[in-house]
């Protein structure tokens, strides 16, 4: 939390800022990161699962979010959108 990356980003390292040296260490392949990260997570995912069953109304958890992406923007029928390099507008007949 003293690193002065974090202090001028106003970041705080989660665990898998210091558990990516573990598994480095442990000689664990890049590309497991991921994978690793989500099989420890299951247990709090599965246990954060028990406790909501468990209660005697079931309400769906949200997180509060604020979004902060796009204001609004104008419509465009997709007849009018241009096509961009990865994407073609296809149109099938059904005949």
Known sequence: MKDEYFIKRELCPNIDYYSCHVLNALHIPLNMFNAIFA???????????????SEPM???????????????RKFKEIEERGDIDTFTIKHHSHE
């Open 58 to 72: 079931i309400k769906i958890g949200r997180p509060r979010q604020l979004y902060v992406g796009s204001t609004l």
């Open 39 to 53: 099989v420890t997570r299951s247990v709090g995912w599965i246990s954060q699962w028990r406790e909501m069953m």
